[in-house]
């Protein structure tokens, strides 16, 4: 029997070395017993690759290779055993990478997939935690992965937390950042992990804004966010209490559709639908405008949407609050911003001291438009053309309500005002002046701060909305 130690739980060169030279001997896979070994001077360590031209030609398929690496890891104490049967076969059978029938690779592939969900997992659930006293700044986070996927996902955090000094630390290993380099260390303990920080209270306020009740699906939530990593998200701790009142936030957006128009409404709306002209014959009046726009083919955004969003507010609003399109709660309420976007717009018109009662609010584009996944309808940005096919609207509602100010939300919102792109971070923070009067304040749409990965980007995103919501209301 020969015993080959490998360098680590995740050693694929050792594998990949050790092989080649056992294939090379023609050593029988069911004569090899694989462990691993951290001191590599001991009996057995990994035979070295063999020589140029020692034992037959052979070629491994590079697709044997991408599972391999994949595999190795895996938890399972067979892997290197199993790997090594297969590469024993596939010098035997030249087609077996191409059998789905195979009992060893459907088990290989299996452990692959087991490893490419535990990578998914790790970048979805991973939450970093500010070391307190600690100068510079440095973020660690405690992580358990099903699978030892912690340095090969550590890549990823690089990019995507780039400017930030942070650790994970993992019971198989540790790795850390320090804005150039990236180290990995021995695992450690929870304990070497700090419990709570500030950034927590964020975490859960955002994740309570973009929770959709009437989307509400346990069994998917479960599987999307397994409870073993509950314990390491802050926002957990929301998850009970937002089942149990998901059903009677979904009973209040129901109740909340708007009434059915007067027949007088409904019969101007399909005069307008059916002379096509809406340019030559203006509603008279906002409710005429938002039942009319109900049967509105100017674009094809009706097509898939459930009903069309007017805005809504005080007829004569000396302020105008115009965001993009409707999201998913907003076409099936028929009201605008009451969803996620509009949950965090409240909290920051809260913390301005603004009252959205005395704002009229709208979107630059009246139908929702997405695309199906799964049973998900994903928001997708509106184009140019159907921005500018639905400014009709948004004119008719500006003529109607003569605002003073008009605050836009994102970009969309400013190329349905202006008719022209204008880049956020720069146009914000100082009102432009509008043909006609009206001043507008440009400022980041609340869905977009939902999208924002990095904390301090979002708090600094934040509190500039805020800060545009009291400027808007200090010019009216
Ligand atoms: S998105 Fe606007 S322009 Fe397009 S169909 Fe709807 S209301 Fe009409």
Redesign the pocket.
């Known amino acids: 029997m020969r015993v080959v130690r490998l360098a680590s739980e995740i050693d694929f060169d050792g594998w990949r070395r050790a092989g080649r030279a056992l294939r090379a001997e023609g050593v029988p896979p069911e004569a090899v017993v694989w462990t691993v070994e951290y001191d590599l001077f001991a009996d057995g360590a990994a035979p070295a690759a063999p020589a140029k031209g020692a034992g037959p030609r052979f070629t491994v398929p590079q697709p044997f290779i991408d599972l391999a690496e994949r595999v190795v890891l895996n938890r399972s104490n067979e892997r290197f055993a199993l790997l090594y049967t297969l590469l024993w076969r596939l010098e035997r059978e030249p087609g077996l990478i191409d059998n789905p029938a195979d009992p060893d690779l459907t088990r290989a592939r299996d452990m692959a997939k087991g490893v490419s969900r535990a990578a998914h997992k790790m970048k979805a659930f991973v939450r970093f935690r500010l070391v307190e006293g600690v100068e510079p700044e440095v973020y660690m986070a405690w992580f358990e992965p099903a699978h030892r996927v912690t340095e090969a996902v550590a890549p990823f955090f690089a990019r995507r937390f780039t400017g930030m000094n942070w650790s994970i630390l993992t019971p198989d290993a540790c790795v850390a950042w320090d804005g150039e380099t990236l180290k990995v260390s021995e695992g450690a303990d929870p304990a070497d992990a700090p419990r709570e920080d500030a950034q927590e209270e964020l975490w859960r306020t955002y994740y309570a804004s973009i929770f959709n009740p009437a989307r509400l699906n346990p069994r998917m939530m479960q599987q999307e966010m397994p409870k073993r990593y509950w314990r390491n998200l802050p926002e957990a701790r929301l998850i009970p209490e937002l089942i149990e009142s998901a059903q009677r936030r979904t009973a209040q957006m129901v109740e909340a559709r708007p009434n059915p128009p007067s027949e007088r409404v409904l019969k101007a709306a399909l005069r307008h639908a059916r002379d096509g002209s809406y340019g030559e014959s203006d509603p008279l009046t906002l409710e005429e405008a938002a039942v009319a726009?109900q049967v509105?083919?100017?674009?094809?955004?009706?097509r898939e949407?459930t009903q069309?969003v007017p805005g809504e507010g005080p007829a004569r609003a000396r302020i105008m609050i115009v965001g993009e399109?409707p999201g998913d709660e907003e076409d099936l309420t028929g009201r605008p911003f009451v969803g996620p976007a509009g949950r965090l717009l409240d909290k920051a018109m809260l913390e301005a001291d603004f009252d959205r009662r005395k704002a009229f609010v709208t979107n630059a584009?009246?139908?929702f438009?997405h695309e199906p996944r799964g049973k998900m309808r994903l928001h997708k940005t509106?184009d140019r053309g159907?921005v500018q096919?639905?400014r009709?609207?948004l004119d008719a509602e500006r003529r109607m309500v003569k605002p003073r100010v008009i605050l836009a939300l994102g970009a969309t919102a400013v190329m349905g005002i202006t008719g022209r792109s204008m880049p956020i971070a720069r146009s914000r923070g100082a009102p432009i002046a509008l043909d006609g009067g009206a001043r507008l304040v440009v400022s980041w749409h609340p869905s977009y701060l939902l999208r924002v990965p990095d904390a301090d980007a979002r708090a600094r995103a934040y509190a500039q909305l805020v800060d545009d919501l009291r400027l808007a209301q200090s010019l009216t």
Not at 296 to 302: A, K, Q, V
Request: glycine share 0%.
């Open positions: 726009a509105c083919r100017r674009c094809d955004l009706w949407a069309a399109q584009v009246k139908h438009k509106p159907e096919a639905c009709w609207w």
